[in-house]
């Protein structure tokens, strides 16, 4: 069973179209919850960390939010240079990162 | 953000030869790497993690012997793939864990593409 589940696997999007990508997860003993951006060849881009329940962050069109089973990636009025694969990852105590399977968005003009 | 570097960014190599890749923490000292392996559409799979000055921990399923892990300073680690064979052929990524601002954050490298003919 995977302890991270990204959805959807695949999004389109219409430049302005406001929308949210979900993380979900069954680990217990959360250290931490994070957030990176991946474009083709190239290897992941930090973007947030969030560590508890009802903690939020943002950066410029993105705000991630954080409930104790779930995060949620909003993007408001996306643009094309905000098509990437978005990773979820996560830390338990004293471990690496887990990371889900992703969230490839595309966003046209 | 802390920077991480990787080298080569690409690598062709022939069927038995070795192959090493360096990762590099440009600003900050990182106590404990990792890396990653990941293939075309799917995410990244922890292969080792190493602190510096100690043996590399593995991951299940990961062979040791052919996967070889220096981590030699708090600033350098390298993963040498030995005795490549195509099946080997993937996109490498390292990561070093930094404590900025008293919160450890994860930065990775930007990858290494390795093909073995």
């Known amino acids: 069973e995977d302890q991270v589940t990204q959805s959807p696997e695949a999004l389109r999007l219409q430049e302005g179209e406001s929308s949210s990508l979900n993380c979900s997860y069954t680990?217990?003993?959360?250290?931490?919850l994070f957030w990176y951006r991946q474009d083709p060849g190239k290897g992941p881009e930090f973007l947030f960390t969030?560590?508890?329940a009802g903690e939020e962050k943002e950066k410029e069109r993105l705000k991630a939010t954080l409930t104790k089973k779930e995060s949620f990636l909003h993007i408001t009025a996306p643009k094309p240079e905000d098509s990437a694969t978005y990773l979820c990852?996560?830390?338990?105590?004293?471990?690496?990162?887990?990371f889900g399977k992703g969230t490839t968005l595309s966003v046209s003009s | 953000g802390a920077v991480v570097s990787q080298h080569p960014s690409r690598v062709i190599c022939k069927s038995g030869t070795s192959v090493k890749i360096e990762c590099r923490s440009l600003d900050f000292q990182a106590t404990t790497m990792f890396w990653y392996r990941q293939f075309p559409k799917k995410s990244l799979m922890l292969m080792a993690t190493s602190n510096e000055g100690s043996k590399a921990t593995y991951e299940q399923g990961v062979e040791k012997d052919k996967f070889l892990i220096n981590h030699a300073s708090l600033t350098l680690s390298t993963l040498t793939v030995t005795s490549a064979h195509p099946e080997d052929s993937s996109f490498y990524i390292c990561?070093?864990?930094?404590?900025?601002?008293?919160?450890?954050?994860?930065?990775f490298g930007p990858g290494t593409r390795l093909t073995v003919l």
């Open positions: 969030l560590y508890s």
């Open positions: 680990v217990s003993g959360l250290r931490g």
């Open positions: 990852a996560v830390r338990q105590a004293g471990t690496a990162l887990i």
């Open positions: 990561s070093a864990r930094a404590s900025l601002r008293g919160v450890n954050e994860q930065f």
